[in-house]
């Protein structure tokens, strides 16, 4: 994907929408429903790749739909950075035609005394990309849901959470659905919780009885910094076709104390050796973020946040 140019479309949301759009290639409607405002994005092919900002530091609650529809042979790199003060329910449904490649960036800080709710429903057709990478901090409470359909051949989901829960709570949903062959999805999830927080995460990988050729892996872990905090995580896989290479795996436990006190004998304080800890866990997955701006942006939202 490009770096930042004059071509970046920046979307503010707060109690009415703003919309900076200097690129041709970026299509967008917006109407203002009493309940849901709605913006419509068309992203058209072009030999550039497309990016789009959404920024909110509003404290009024926040309510949103978002319709993608990402072309045949059209890029776009759509980053979330939006400090969300108010309770939110936003609401994405993305369409993606052959060949389209989407990179989907979340890095966000929620009030935690708010609820908030995300929902994405994402459709890829043949020889599409999707990389979906999410990190929150949670709220009180705070549902995320994201459901992928593979619905033709060679399409592919990447895809990774972190949730850095500190006396919050955090539902997490991922459902990937392989309807056509030679599809692949990959996804990982990674939670620290601490102080009273509970995180929970459900992953789900189906696969119809007519996708062969599938590859599919899924892995979950958490790491439960206090006695109060709880993590559940729980993977399923429904599989009907038998030439189909599928795994999954989930863990969840306290931090390793022979590590800390390894530390500790290196005269790190115990605060700052469990930091440490906690960045190191959550930092095993940054590697599935290709581009290098973003896998930055990452680790930083990580060590400040741990």
């Known amino acids: 994907m490009k770096s930042a140019s004059s071509l970046d479309c920046i979307i503010k949301i707060s109690e009415k929408i703003s919309i900076q759009n200097p690129s041709d290639e970026i299509k967008i409607n917006f109407s203002n429903d009493e309940n849901y405002p709605t913006l419509d994005i068309e992203i058209e092919e072009s030999k550039i790749s497309n990016r789009i900002h959404l920024l909110c ?4 609650d926040i309510k949103a739909v978002i319709n993608l529809k990402i072309h045949d042979k059209a890029t776009l790199e759509f980053i979330d950075e939006a400090n969300y003060e108010g309770a939110t329910e936003i609401k994405m449904n ?40 999410n990190f929150s901090n949670g709220s009180k409470e705070m549902s995320n849901v994201t459901k992928v359909s593979l619905n033709e051949k060679n399409s592919k989901y990447i895809g990774s959470g972190v949730v850095i829960a ?22 990982s999830f990674k939670t620290v919780s601490r102080g009273k927080s509970n995180v929970t995460f459900k992953g789900k990988v189906f696969v119809d009885d007519d996708c062969s050729d599938t590859v599919s892996s899924q892995i979950s872990k958490g ?17 009907n076709n038998d030439d189909v290479v599928c795994s999954h795996g989930a863990a969840s436990g306290k931090p390793d104390d022979s590590v800390l006190f390894y530390l500790s ?4 304080e115990k605060k700052d ?10 930092s095993e997955f940054l590697n599935k973020i290709e581009n290098v701006q973003m896998q930055s942006k990452a680790r930083d939202y990580i060590n400040q946040n741990c």
């Open 57 to 60: 530091n509003e404290k009024q």
């Open 223 to 239: 790491l439960v910094m206090s006695d109060e905090s709880k993590i559940n995580l729980t993977p399923i896989l429904e599989i």
């Open 273 to 282: 050796a469990e930091k440490l800890y906690m960045q190191g866990f959550l």
């Open 265 to 268: 004998s290196r005269g790190i």
């Open 94 to 133: 993305t369409i993606m035609r052959p060949n389209a490649v989407f990179e989907l960036y979340r890095f966000n800080k929620f009030n935690v005394s708010t609820t908030n709710s995300f929902v994405h429903n994402c459709d890829l057709q043949s020889n599409c990309i999707f990389r979906d990478f």
């Open 166 to 187: 500190d006396s919050t709570n955090c539902k997490n949903q991922l459902d990937i659905s392989h309807m056509s062959q030679s599809a692949i999805s990959d996804c």
